[in-house]
């Protein structure tokens, strides 16, 4: 026997596709459509000519310097960017309702290399093999990866019928498992989201024993972030990512917000893993990035906008689309299933996202692209559904 059991009973995640044989428009994996901020390139040069010695030695193994960044940035955009303002000088200000009522200090940040690394060091450092956690059952699909991963039961709650999180049962499979809470707020790939009150009576009623995860990769897009529950929670956990709003999936950046005792549990998970975990260039990029909240402002904003649009179109065509906070779309046609939905796009050189899933198999997920991408895949609907009988 090579291998071991564990291994065998695997079930790894799959990514949206990533063709090799075709230019297609990629509107499949939820990736920003436009490019970093140009002073991202502009420090990744500098550091590359000024210092490109220090790529022979070990990165900062605290990512202290991006840590700084980070919590800056939050503090000043109140961590949901298609709200913010931005003023002739470039300085950004949250909406109202963003403002978070504490300063945001870089010990309650933890960074991974992208969200899916943090959320495995999460889920190893707060749940447990003996108990089962809760969870959505239409959710982020690599949720499941890592319990079986770690081999820990997950007790998964049903959506309701418009598709949005059944709070209550939730709350009540919690109280009894005694496991914890994750869920993602905007949920994927429905795009609804809870409001921070909403978020909050549900602490309000959990187990102050047990910890409560929410993955706010999407929340920059329309949500409300729940940063300002931190001071009134302490069993909460905030994960985020660099990959949607700032634009970065090929950085590979992740990272949670969460009080500095929570922290320091998942920096000692991730220092008995790899103490070295951000390689130098993603730590100068990404604070590069996040000393640029204007920018990125703009393009969440540009997202939002022709997200908007496109849902309308849908609506125009017959289509049921869940009306979303987040940088895509769920929807369905009536008249045509997902898979040969997703087959007729794809032959007009444009990918969205198809899960071959039970109770989600007739849905399509359609990431938000630019303008004039969205503009050729409403031509491509217009083609299909002009065709149906």
């Avoid at 039961?153 to 019928?161: A, F, G, I, Q, R």
Wanted: charged share 20%; with cysteine; glycine share 6%.
């Amino acid at each position: 026997m090579l291998i071991s059991s564990r291994v065998k009973n695997l079930h790894p995640y799959v990514p949206g596709e990533q063709p090799k044989d075709r230019d297609y428009i990629k509107l499949n994996a939820n990736e920003n459509p436009y490019p970093p901020s140009p002073e991202v390139s502009k420090a990744l040069s500098s550091f590359i000519e000024s210092s490109s010695e220090k790529l022979g030695l070990y990165p900062d193994p605290d990512s202290l310097e991006l840590h700084a960044a980070i919590a800056d940035m939050l503090n000043k955009t109140g961590g949901v960017l298609s709200r913010c303002s931005v003023s002739s000088d470039g300085s950004v200000c949250p909406a109202e309702e963003d403002k978070i009522p504490f300063t945001v200090t870089p010990d309650m940040i933890y960074s991974g290399n992208g969200s899916d690394e943090v959320l495995s060091f999460v889920f190893y450092a707060f749940f447990d093999s003996g108990k089962s956690f809760v969870m959505p059952e239409f959710t982020y699909s690599f949720y499941p990866v890592y319990a079986g991963f770690y081999n820990i039961p997950m007790d998964t709650v049903p959506l309701k019928e418009d598709w949005s999180l059944d709070v209550k049962e939730m709350l009540a499979r919690s109280k009894k498992n005694k496991g914890g809470i994750i869920f993602a707020n905007p949920n994927a790939p429905t795009g609804l989201s809870l409001t921070r009150e909403e978020v909050r009576q549900m602490l309000l009623e959990a187990d102050k024993d047990e910890i409560f995860i929410v993955d706010e990769a999407y929340v920059d897009f329309g949500g409300q972030s729940c940063i300002p529950l931190l001071s009134e929670f302490k069993n909460l956990v905030i994960v985020r990512t660099f990959s949607k709003s700032l634009c970065g999936a090929g950085q590979r950046l992740g990272y949670i917000v969460s009080s500095p005792e929570l922290v320091n549990i998942v920096t000692t998970v991730k220092n008995s893993v790899n103490h070295f975990p951000i390689d130098v260039l993603a730590q100068v990029s990404g604070t590069a990035a996040c000393r640029n909240p204007a920018y990125y402002v703009d393009c969440a904003k540009k997202v939002c906008s022709v997200r908007d649009d496109f849902y309308n179109f849908l609506l125009t065509k017959g289509f049921y689309a869940v009306e979303s906070d987040t940088n895509f779309i769920f929807a369905r046609h009536p008249k045509i299933g997902g898979a040969d939905l997703y087959q007729a796009v794809k032959n007009d050189g444009i990918l969205i996202r198809h899960f071959n899933t039970p109770g989600i198999e007739d849905f399509v997920r359609i990431t938000v692209g630019t303008q004039k991408q969205m503009e050729l895949l409403k031509e491509s609907f217009n083609k299909i559904t002009g065709g149906l009988k």
